[in-house]
């Protein structure tokens, strides 16, 4: 057989290229063609390969366009063996060749069409097959509405038979698939990027028009079950390809596309019927409120359950000890949108539509091929709806989740759900999972709705509730799935379903018993035999732990004491819970915090150790069976976000740091650094605990426990930072730099000292970020007593961090930029104390090395991490402008350099993108208003800072749409003590916070409901500020300014004096006071009098309210 076809072959070639001659007819020379061909595709009629060079192959493919169009027997036979040629001998067909085969057959259908219609379209499939970018395609051709063979063919099967030619019946139907497919391979293998030929848009919808008529109009009954398999099948696939090449036409027909897959989840193993498609509707209860129309990147908190790469709401209340741009929070909401999409082999599993899939029935072939074209009807439909969830935006797939997910336990409902429990093949249940998993991708947005009600609703379920039936289902469908099921493969996809649908859950908004059941399963699987088991299942229980809004089933499940859950570990989720370059300000207070403040924290009582604590130190000294490493750097990410729940390790601190030592010293890369980033955590988690804690016994004790933590897990540190790994050192000087003033103190003074000489040991590293995160540690422990009175050290810190700012990459900067600001912060508050002011070439070292920092971060407007250096940068000017003295502002050099610092304030203020970035340009112009030497003469005169400093401001008060912001500009405003600071500016500073007073009640965003008040208030005591400061010649103007906007001042005046606390209402009650006074007095103008009445009767005193 192997000789057979070359020589066949070659006799082929010879005739094909054979010229006519008078002994030789035209009738003899296609008989001799005809047998040759005879001859070829019985010679590779055999499943195996026998062609062992393809040149021969490519020889006879590229003599193929020379039979003339006409000869329709021998155009039959050879497209017969173009397709035995690439499908069983697997031959790739050369470009060039590919394209003139298509070219002839085209001209082959324009003379003979119904003739050779069958055995071309087949032909065409496998030419195009893996060359659909690098074909010269006729797009016009094949798919254009008037004058495409394959639009003909999909709109009408029945032109391939005319009664008038006598040929042969085609087969209808087996045309119409074929063409299917050749549609199938097209739209598969297009890239618009890539291709040679580029597929106008409106043939592309025309398809998608035609393949829904066809799905809607076409039956079982019509085609029989075997041949409306696989119509469906392709018909989906093509749907699918379609989607994603045109989003438009896909929002137009969401409905059409949507109702077509939904049919067909379950067909072929319910009832053994096939459901019919219909359109399907969204649902009219949609709460929640269009992205398009909500205000972007303004700051302030979110909803306290949006957390994740965005947004939890709390903050820490020192942003001193912040730094932002090191590790995303493990097992937080970010974490699944970031490493959603990427696909492992288990979950490859469940894409895969072979044909060597088995059925689970039995009963013959027939039976067999059915039950396997269900299979993969099935399949396709979940890959339709899974395609359709990743294109189109999540408010609009919201919208039908109603009809994908079933809010009971019903047998008739066709849902996602049910086929996770009832569909007979493993593939399709991981399919279904992993359509839902797709699904509830950044759901959180949206479940925040989800409620249980305890009691029957009769007459009306609200949409929370409805919403809450369908996550309860879920759990329930998850649950019960992870009891019947034994597929490897099964468990991991439902454990991956769970870590996204976890996070995004309200359990307190939801009945109790969830989270205790999913705990019961993951207790077992821990313990499972297959490793990626173990290793998903260690996940959910990180995704569980790290739950943000505590209830009491959820402390039951871990073992942590629920009252000192809120009280010490609130702030751990606040600060693990902030990207680089967040918006809202970190220094933010709450209630629950100034209960904290207030010593409403529960001690931790002896107790043993938690359940799940003890597993994973068996795991990490491998008391357990052998483990692999990615179940070990589990382990460790699971015992760093453990730390947010700090009572759970509080008393096995000795036993931790032992497990960390020894992961520390692992020789997997992967393991030493998890363990460095748990220490990490750990350490920063004691720290919180340490500042919110009241001192004691029991703190004395637990002081003790973490101390002999630092003495065991030092040695591991130092030997990594004297080591040679970049990220390893990284981390251990971010580990270093949480060990706490509580700790600090208490260590032996050698320790002390080891810790300094390996941090400035690393401040000359030859790698940038290390540099950067030793200077970070240097500052945060340069706020330590014994640190913080070393005035040369804080300068020799200061100076380093100053030549990292504007070197190395975005993260590199940011923490060299925050701990510019922190250090500054130190010499600030030294200067308050009247400690030794700091050199003045440094002063101007950093000023300089700030505004060149600006200014380069400027051109990077568009990166948030070059925002987060600004926001840092601004910090360590106002700090640095506090200690600026009248000698420095006699100097040429120094004027030049202040007008460039507060030109780089201003400018901060007005066009910084990011919100946080404004908020401490606020900031720093107030502690530049607070320094009094730029209030002299000639000072003014020279840098005339009023000019831009003050409208700045009131631009701020009046427009910013973030009122944190609008609160922090008031306070810059209010900081100048005397009528002289403001000097001509008063009037226009006057009228614009009267303006911005009445406009703090029209809010434009609810999220700004919360800082109304307080903003209201603000306004209220720089306006009373304004009356104790004004002078009788300033009476008229606050007149003029006040009169438009009279009425709105009074009652928001009035409801301020109402609630305002006693200690804070001082200035109130001074500034009425003062009204009065000038109400009375005798040397004003009758102009000025009138003011003053006018002016007193707006601004009352808060005694007169009571």
Known sequence: ?????????????????????????????????????????????????????????????????????????????????????????????????????IKWLLKCLDGNFHAVVHNAVKAFNVLLLRNVNVLEIPYERFLSPERGIFMKLLKNPKIVNNSDVEYEKNNEMEIFQATLACVDVILSGYNEDEAVTKLPEEYV???????????????????????????????????????????????????????????????????????KPCKVTPSQQILVENPQNRCGN????????????????????????????QF????????????????????????????????????GKLSHDIHHKTYRVRLEAFQLITTLGTVVDQRTMFGYWHCLFSPCDQASAVSLDYCILHDPSHRCRIGALQTISCLLHDSKKFLYQAESVDRDLASFTPFSVALGNIVMQLYHVLNKALDTESHAPLIV??????????????????????????????????HHWDATVRLHAFRVMGFIISITDITTELTECIGVERLTVRAVTETIHRKYAEDVGNEEDCEEEDEDLQEIENGAVCEVVEKRMSWILEVLLKCLSRQETAQTPEIHVECLTLLAAMSAHISILMGHLRVVAGAIRDCMGDGTLSIVLNAAKALDFIAHSITQYFLNSPTTKQSASELEDAMQLWHIVLPAVTEHLQGSVTNVKVVCCDALSNIGGHVYEKLPRDKQFLILSLLHGNTSNNETIVRASACRALSVLAQFPSLRDDLVFLENTAEMVTDLVCVGDEVSRTKAAWALGNITDIHHLKSTCRFDSIRDELLEKILRTCCSCCYSCSLHSKGTSFQGINSNIVRAIGNILYLIREDHMVQEHWQQLLVQVITCLTENANNAKNVKCKWNACFSLKKFLLNPCFYTNHIQKRLNWQASVFPTLCDLVVNNQNFKVRINATVAIASVNTREGYAQHFGSIWGALIMALEQAVNLTDYNEYKHRDTLMDQLCLTLAHFIICCQCTDLIIMQRELLPHIDGTMVVWSRVANRILPERATPLFVAAQKMRELTVQENLSKEQKIASNFLATCFVSPIEYA
């Open 1 to 101: 057989k192997e000789k057979s076809f070359p020589i066949s072959a070659h006799v082929f070639l010879f005739l094909n290229h054979y010229e006519e001659q008078p002994n030789c007819s035209a009738i003899d020379l296609n008989l001799a063609l005809n047998e040759a061909l005879n001859e070829l595709n019985a010679s590779i009629c055999f499943p195996h390969h026998i062609i062992a060079d393809p040149k021969c192959a490519h020889a006879l493919l590229a003599a193929f366009p020379k039979i003339p169009s006409k000869e329709d027997t021998l155009i039959v036979k050879a497209c017969c063996l173009i397709v035995s040629l690439v499908k069983r001998q697997n031959i790739r067909v050369p470009q060039l060749i590919a394209n003139a085969n």
């Open 205 to 275: 919808t025309k398809i998608g028009d035609i393949i829904l008529r066809n799905i809607y109009k076409w039956d079982l009954t019509t085609l029989g079950e075997i041949h409306y398999a696989t119509f469906i099948y392709r018909s989906l696939n093509i749907l699918k390809n379609l989607v994603e090449l045109q989003e438009i036409w896909t929002r137009d027909n969401f409905g059409e596309i949507l109702g077509a897959a939904r049919a067909f989840i379950m067909c072929g193993y319910v009832d053994g019927n096939w459901m």
């Open 298 to 325: 303004k700051g302030g908190k979110t909803i306290r359950t949006k957390k994740g790469k965005r947004k939890t709401t709390k903050r820490n209340k020192n942003p001193k000890n912040e730094d932002h741009s």
């Open 328 to 363: 995303i929070k493990p097992y937080s909401y970010e974490s699944t949108i970031n490493t959603f999409g990427e696909s492992s082999a288990e979950e490859q599993l469940g894409l895969q539509t072979s044909e060597s899939e088995l059925s689970d029935s039995a009963g």
């Open 493 to 526: 996809q439902i454990l991956k379903c769970l870590n996204i649908l976890i996070p995004a859950t309200p359990f307190h908004r939801l009945k109790a018993g969830i989270i205790t059941k999913i705990v019961e399963h993951v207790r077992k699987l821990i």
